[in-house]
């Protein structure tokens, strides 16, 4: 995979398309998680070609069907961050693709719940 200095905690690819790759970073809060990255260099999600695009929606279908048939989660979190403001610590474009589950203690709780708690108010 091109850019292995942006991502060298990934324990390897295990799918791959003509311009991503779905890899997973070892871990034991979100069991099953793993990012689809470009291939080549992306600053951010902003900088996709379509055809990086296409591709994405591509693999992350087939990335679904993998961990609904290896943990059959109750829902996923799927999503972006872009910039360091946004949460973005590796500046290499990355779609999140986190498997949920009911018996989670904050299942229910989506990517924007903590965004929307009374202390992040904009001054």
């Known amino acids: 995979m ?20 779905f890899t997973q970073v070892p871990q034991s809060v979100l069991t099953g ?10 600053e951010t999600v902003f900088d996709l070609t379509e055809e990086e695009w296409t591709d994405t929606r591509r693999l992350l279908q ?35 693709v986190i498997p949920r589950f009911a018996t989670e203690p904050f299942a229910g709780r989506g990517i924007r719940w903590w965004l929307k708690q009374e202390a992040n108010r904009r001054s």
């Open 2 to 21: 091109g850019c292995d200095l942006c991502f060298p905690q990934l324990s390897g690819i295990v799918l791959e398309s003509d311009h991503c790759v």
């Open 33 to 42: 998680s793993g990012l689809i990255i470009p291939r080549l260099h992306r």
């Open 62 to 96: 087939r990335v679904k069907a993998l961990l609904d048939d290896k943990y059959a989660p109750d829902g996923y979190n799927i999503g972006w961050n872009s910039g360091p403001v946004a949460g973005q610590e590796i500046s290499h474009a990355h779609l999140h």
